[in-house]
């Protein structure tokens, strides 16, 4: 099994831009995670769907964030506009509905808004 | 008030050593919980998860939880300097991670 996939694994933007990061989770895992990961802030959830359907977006910081799975095999985080504040590096991870199975983290995307 | 917390360090050990990493939780019907280790620059990996009272052992790691004063340590023996990296704990729901404890083992 190939992982979990992200793509881009570096984003570079200009403040204002529109970015999407994507995600491939595990084939058979049906929960899957947007992390974001600051020094300051530390690994932060963002937003976790069960079966493609969003369940808490509670930690998703603005409206200029948003995400989707429109099928079991890839998800995709926007950011639109984006900020510098925004500069992170940003994880998804997928799993097993159920315990005691932990997360399978993709590589990460590290984003620079400029 | 955040699931797990983890305010210790950076923490340095000399190779050979035993490395003790130490989380707190605040809710106290907390049953289970899991370590995640994470090298410079990569993802977090699971290490180890624990879901009762008491001590866990898979080779070298020791996961220890103490439900009466509502901690959970990770233990290393004989750290290595491969053990290098940051632990993250977090609890039975892994929405809310701690912010982590950086270990350095000195050769």
């Known amino acids: 099994d190939a992982g979990v996939i992200q793509s881009p694994r570096h984003e570079v933007t200009e403040m204002g831009q529109e970015v999407t990061l994507r995600c491939k989770p595990i084939?058979?895992?049906?929960?899957l995670f947007w992390y974001r990961q600051t020094m300051m802030r530390g690994l932060e959830l963002l937003i976790y769907f069960n079966n493609n359907v969003p369940i808490d977006d509670s930690g998703m910081p603005e409206d200029r964030f948003s995400a989707k799975m429109p099928n079991a095999s890839f998800s995709t985080l926007k950011i639109q506009p984006s900020e510098p504040r925004d500069s992170a590096v940003y994880f998804c991870?997928?799993?097993?509905?159920?315990?005691?199975?932990?997360?399978?983290f993709g590589s990460g995307t590290r984003l620079t808004v400029v | 008030q955040k699931e797990v917390e983890q305010n210790s360090g950076p923490l340095s050990v000399p190779e050979g050593a035993i490395a003790s990493l130490n989380c707190t939780y605040s809710d106290r019907g907390s049953q289970s919980f899991f370590w995640y280790r994470q090298y410079s620059g990569k993802s977090p990996e699971l290490i180890m998860f624990?879901?009762?009272?008491g001590d866990k052992e898979d080779g070298r790691f020791t996961a220890q939880l103490n439900k009466a004063s509502q901690y959970v340590s990770l233990l290393i023996r004989d750290s290595q300097p491969s053990d290098s990296a940051t632990y993250l704990c977090a609890g039975r729901s892994q929405f809310y991670f701690g912010t982590g404890t950086s270990l350095t083992v000195i050769p």
């Open positions: 991870a997928s799993s097993l509905p159920s315990h005691p199975y932990g997360y399978t």
């Open positions: 624990i879901y009762s009272n």
């Open positions: 084939s058979g895992h049906n929960s």
